[in-house]
């Protein structure tokens, strides 16, 4: 089992020798600069924290209207996925597939993974799984797009608040919240200090073995 004795650096591809760092200290790359690693003290557990706070607030996002809309005595509620089956409806297929990818399956899918690393590296379980979902997290992250789909809802409250009276449903509280707890949960995570957490209880196959 490998004890990560290098560190590349994300930047410039520097290899740089690991050392332990003191709590709350950020170790550098000595060529560009670039953070290589960070020693957060309860970082997973507030990580963690921050994951089941996003699944809670997911479920109240999905589950109440995100806007209301009223116009000549007439109400219309929109969910978040009622977004999706109004461009679906509109022969917008591949919109609405994106936007379901998007805003829905691709951030749950982060959560989720999230919540598996985080419990496997605090119980010590056997790590192949949290690497294989931890793997797929980071290459679907750039794909979640949240703070876009708030963007346009913002714009959208903008533009129609002139003609109909707009009602700001739980779901938008919510969803802000979700937007705030994964960008926290993103920004408290270090990615070599689960890499190395991962990889200390993972399963060699006899192929990896050293000989």
């Known amino acids: 089992m490998s004890d990560l004795p290098d560190v590349a650096c994300p930047e410039c591809g520097q290899l740089h020798r690991y050392r332990p760092i003191a709590a709350g200290k950020t170790a550098y790359c000595t060529f560009c600069g670039e953070t290589l690693y960070r020693n957060r003290p309860n970082m997973v557990d507030a990580v963690m924290?921050?994951?089941?706070?996003?699944?809670?607030?997911?479920?109240?996002?999905?589950?109440?209207?995100?806007?209301?809309?009223?116009?000549?005595g007439q109400e219309q509620e929109m969910h978040l996925f009622g977004a999706s089956v109004a461009f679906w409806n509109q022969e917008y297929r591949l919109v609405a597939v994106l936007n379901v990818l998007n805003i829905i399956v691709f951030p749950l899918f982060e959560l989720l993974a999230l919540l598996v690393v985080t419990l496997t590296i605090r119980n010590r379980w056997e790590s192949s799984f949290a690497i294989f979902l931890y793997r797929w997290m980071r290459e679907i992250k750039p794909w979640g797009m949240l703070e876009i789909f708030m963007l346009g809802v913002l714009v959208s409250v903008v533009k129609l608040g002139d003609v109909a009276t707009l009602i700001i449903g739980t779901s938008l509280w919510s969803f802000a919240g979700l937007i705030f707890t994964m960008a926290a949960a993103s920004a408290m995570l270090d990615p070599f200090t689960v890499w190395r957490e991962l990889d200390k209880t993972r399963k060699v196959k006899p192929h990896e073995q050293r000989i």
């Open 49 to 72: 924290a921050l994951t089941l706070a996003g699944l809670i607030l997911f479920a109240l996002t999905n589950l109440f209207p995100l806007l209301g809309l009223r116009a000549q």
